[in-house]
């Protein structure tokens, strides 16, 4: 019985695996925030892909938020 159990469960994710979407295109995005007046604190860089989301004070609609260090008044983001 656990090996009928065994064999349905791993067919079942080979089939479900088989649905997925390989065309599915793929994005990258790169920031780079330069002359920074120091390099203390960090850089908050915000994606909203909505729209209407901004403004957005309190930072309740956006997509993708990133907090990156400043290094030598500088900051970089690669997604």
């Not at 349905?8 to 002359?35: G, H, M, P, Q, R």
């Amino acid at each position: 019985m656990k090996q009928i159990i065994t064999l349905f469960l791993a067919f079942t994710s080979i089939l479900l695996c088989s649905f997925t979407d390989s065309n599915k295109e793929n994005y990258s995005l790169t920031v780079e925030v330069e002359n920074l007046r120091n390099s203390k604190g960090i850089v908050q860089i915000t994606l909203y892909n909505k729209d209407g989301s901004i403004p957005d004070e309190h930072y309740k609609n956006y997509f993708k938020m990133e907090k990156v260090n400043i290094t030598n008044g500088k900051c970089l983001v690669l997604k």
